[in-house]
């Protein structure tokens, strides 16, 4: 197996208004820019005495319920969180994502994962021990000798040991690498409900209803002390700060004690009630409890108090310690996982699990997520309930829980005001529609687009047509007014009519860049049926003019595509006109001259797109390297400006093409070391303004600054790999009705991708999507031919 390195390097340029094209700018083009500079002016200046701020506050629907087990592995990489759902979800901080779905078959009760083996074990109340390879596609066989409810687990620093704490009354110590059984420590009077190994794996520490906390010599299974009585049940154990074991009961207790001599050190009454949960670390010297609904953190040394963590609103019911002690990671019964720095309490991220995704948010606003998660959250104010996306601009931050953890001056927006403390208020929208008249065989209609200020200024009026942003070309009249002391808008557009529905959105944003709630309107179109035209740009280089940036599998990439394209899977068009640049061809000036004859295309037809090949980042701004690039040498920006396709160009170049059905595809990577560990991320942010702005489906290898793996075996990227079998049928899942959507294919290509590069790279890259445009059939797999 020969395994090639990718990476993706995808961005567009930062405002909403469109830059120039690669071609020249039509007089009717720059008349609309110099409109729209003029707008943002006068609208700014009027708002700039009447501001209003709104105070949301944050809402989650389809919530995956509260925490209610969590567990960190001991590199903290690897956090596992439990929830009422029944689900437990493993994230990778070091990615800032959720990355894996474990199923349970019941309520859980206890967890543990281990990152070395990568895996997660999960217990609930028949006593079994499930393990979750969250590495594999499938799982692993049970571990089965409890005979009641387990609610601790603990895995040894090594990774090879598993310790289990049961209602049955017994302790057991499990091989985890060959699933077996090596030891049941008997002794507690009552259910085991705490457990822990000390760092060098040589002895357990064991807590239970009896309020013992017993320590055993796991060589063996002897019992070496029981330390003393709690107050009630033991409930947490720590044995890591050796040889000091900590120990929390049902009273609320927090005890320190010496397990060589068996003798209490300290003792702190840390709660009123339940004491259910104790954390410690050594490099930081702290303990963390958890209990009333609190976080509290504690010197190790004295137990003396350092700092009290509540939430409003949210209880907290248990925590964690990241390895080098900076932050506690806190669950709550508001289902979501706050990360919260240790000596200070200050907060910095919240983790939030909703059924469809994974999302996080920091305490300024910035938010990142899966697209089913990020679809779940809401700023809601007393008068309206703003989706969380429609704050992209300004607060979306890839990579943002990674970033916040550990490098923080790699944030993308800086600067941004805390969304909770007050932001300006949106404009608000209407549409209006005119008479409708006929153009030849067309008809057209006057849709009003009409933007109020309502004090948080005004900018970026636009009017998406069955979720493609109209041409500011068809914009007939427009005028700026002042009503009631605040800035109007009103832009006039004429649209042509398509067969069915044509739903049109008008959207506009306040002066910080955040869009308002749009004004929707339905208009019936001509009932004849048109069979538009599939156009197909396929852009491939394998051969560079420089000879060190040659790649494997780009041409063969783009090739494949297009010959699906015209195969017996993609019916119901008229015809197929494809584009296709390999190697030599694909120049600067060619790329642009095809993207140029996309401008031809009808609001009818379908138009896909598909880069492969290399691309870069410098400053705030993506490339796509052309066929020639660097032939010639010379200081990389200067090359990057004078010889490459920037993502401002293809922007404006897609926002410029009338068909409404659009579809980007981005295989591109990176060259050379020149990503720094988190420079890549413009890519991502780049790349959603781009399907907002334009209103396309975007698709790309990678995020970040991972590698896009390409497998001989396959003979494609994992990306396009993927993409043509899902193509072929098994992206045909919600509704499996013989017809694959967009949506469809970018869902399915979301988890078919990391599992496959995991299965034959052992290296999980995650494929970047952003949908805002209207879904629409690619596909009809039942008469697709295996490729």
Known sequence: MIIAAKRLSLAASAGLALLPLLSSVSPADAQSVQMRTQTRTQTNAVSR??????????????????????????????????????????????????????????????????????????????????????????????????????????????????????????????????????????????????????????????????????????????????LGKHDGAVLAVVAGLEPTVFAGDAGGNLVSWNMQTGRQQKKAKAQSGRLGAVQVNRQAGLVATAGDGRVKIWKADDLSPVKEIAEAGAKLSNVLFTPDGRYVIAGSEDGRARVYEARDGKPVAEMIATTDGWAVKDADGRFDGSAGGVANVSWRTDQENLPIDNFSEPYFEPGLLAKRMRQPDAIITRGVAPVEEGVGVPPIVTLTAGASARKGQRTVREIAVIADDRGGGLSDLALFHNGK???????????????????????????????????????????????????????????????????????????????????????????????????????????????????????????????????????GDTVLVYFAGHGLNEGQEWYFLPQEFAKNGGAPTAMLQSQGLSSAQLRDALAQIPAQRMFVMLDTCQSGTMIAAFGADIDRKKMTEMARQTGVHLLAATDKQQLAVEVDKLGHGALTYSLLRGAEGQADTRPRDGNITVRELLSFLAEAVPELTMRHAQYRQFPTAYSRGADFRLASPSTSAAQ
């Open 49 to 226: 005495n009447l501001r209003q701020a709104m105070r949301p506050r944050l809402e989650v629907r389809n919530s995956a319920g509260p925490v209610v087990a969590e567990s960190l592995d001991r590199a903290g990489k690897y956090l596992a969180i439990a929830s009422s759902d029944n689900v437990v979800r493993v994230w990778d901080l070091e990615a800032g994502r959720a990355v894996h779905r474990c199923a349970f078959s019941g309520a859980v009760l206890s967890l543990a994962v281990d990152g070395l083996s990568g895996r997660a074990i999960i217990a609930g109340a028949d006593g079994a021990l499930t393990v979750c390879d969250f590495n594999a596609a499938a799982g692993v066989q049970p571990l089965l000798g409890h005979t009641g409810p387990v609610h601790a687990l603990r895995v040894s620093v090594n990774g090879r040991l598993l310790l289990s704490g049961s209602e049955d009354g017994t302790a057991r110590v499990w091989d985890l690498a060959n699933r077996t059984e090596l030891l049941v420590l008997r002794g507690h009077a009552g259910s085991v409900r705490a457990v822990d190994f000390t760092d060098d794996g040589s002895y357990a520490a064991t807590g239970g209803d009896d309020g013992t906390v017993r320590i055993w010599a796991v060589a063996t299974g002897a019992m070496q002390h029981t």
């Open 469 to 603: 942003r109209a041409r500011d070309t068809a914009i007939v009249r427009s005028e700026n007014t002042v009503r009631d002391g605040r800035a109007r808008h009103t832009a006039v557009y004429a649209v042509e009519l398509l067969p069915g529905t044509n739903l049109f959105s008008g959207r506009a944003a306040s002066a910080e860049r955040i869009e308002g709630l749009p004004a929707e309107l339905a208009i019936a179109g001509p009932q004849e049926k048109a069979e538009g035209t599939l156009h197909v740009l396929a852009v491939g280089i394998n051969k560079y003019a420089n000879p060190e940036f040659a790649l494997t599998y780009s041409v063969p990439d783009a090739k494949a595509l297009v010959k699906w394209t015209t195969g017996p899977s993609l019916d119901g068009f008229t015809r197929v006109a494809a584009y296709e640049l390999y190697d030599e061809r694909a120049t600067r000036r060619n790329i642009a001259a095809e993207l140029d004859k996309l401008k031809k295309a009808d609001p």
